[in-house]
């Protein structure tokens, strides 16, 4: 499975899968539909699913023109989405599993920027899924690759929009939980902004700060920073951070919600 990110609207990531050996291709928040369809046509693939990780124009835009143009494409997002994802044909719940190419992924249940929003990990594995079990090797070297739409973010995390600090830290916790070579395909290149809200209230933290200057450097050559490195975003990510000394002193508290909501309020206002 190839990834490709393709960059659309002010600052939105929309990510084409591509299988090589068939042609076939997946789209992963399709924001708009043209730049996806150049893709296809320059990969000479045919669309047979989009993948969407909750409801926002920003990440379903494309879905009616694409389904006009592959009208066979399936349409994967939240059964809490329903009646607000554009041509939806499947409705997915926390531990359901979508197959592409010869990878499969894993429905997350990640509520908080929205009360319905999931994201897709591929696991590190490499056999089809109608294999038997026993055929199923990890394979070391090929890392796992996280979608998560507006959730977590390299950096940062998104705004709560349709949930609690609750819902949105739990939902924090189960990403945190992955593998740290897991790859972070984030939905917007929000990186340096959100890098200079960490610096503002964890200064001390070391791993931040040489990050900040490598993001710094690259977006000043206008590089990509997605995807990240789920190891990289524990170490300088304050809303994964909720057990750092300084963070935990900023909020008088050293209950992960508490933490994690107040840090989130003091973002909103920076
Ligand atoms: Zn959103
Ligand atoms: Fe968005």
Request: aromatic share 8%.
């Amino acid at each position: 499975m190839d990834i490709y990110r393709l960059p659309a609207r002010a600052d939105n990531y929309i990510f084409v899968l591509h299988n090589p050996v068939d042609h076939t291709a997946a789209v992963v928040d399709p924001a708009d539909a043209p730049p996806v369809l150049d893709k296809l046509a320059e990969l000479g693939a045919t669309l047979v699913a989009i993948f969407n990780t909750h409801h926002h124009n920003d990440h379903v835009g494309g879905n009616r023109e694409l389904i006009k143009r592959f009208p066979k494409a399936e349409v994967y997002a939240s059964e809490e989405d329903k009646g607000r994802i554009p041509q939806q044909t499947y409705a997915l719940k926390e531990g359901d599993r979508v197959t592409f190419a010869d990878r499969i992924a894993t429905v997350l249940f990640v509520p908080g920027h929205t009360r319905g929003h999931i994201a897709y990990y591929f696991s590190p594995t490499s056999a089809p899924a109608s294999a038997p079990a026993s055929v199923i090797t990890p394979l070391d070297d090929t890392p796992g690759e996280l979608f998560c739409g507006d959730t977590l973010f390299a950096g940062g995390c998104g705004r709560l929009f349709e949930g609690s600090p609750e819902q949105m830290q739990s939902s924090l916790a189960k990403l945190k939980a992955l593998p740290d070579n897991t790859r972070i395909w984030c939905a917007h290149e929000y990186t340096l902004s959100n890098l200079k809200f960490a610096m503002h209230v964890e200064d001390q933290n070391e791993a931040l700060r040489s990050r900040f200057a490598e993001v710094t450097t690259a977006r000043a050559q206008n590089q990509p920073t997605v995807p990240a490195l789920l190891a990289t975003e524990k170490a300088t990510n304050p809303f994964l951070r909720w057990e750092s000394p300084q963070l935990q002193a900023i909020a008088s508290s050293q209950d992960p919600v508490t933490v994690f909501a107040h840090i989130r309020t003091m973002k909103d206002s920076f």
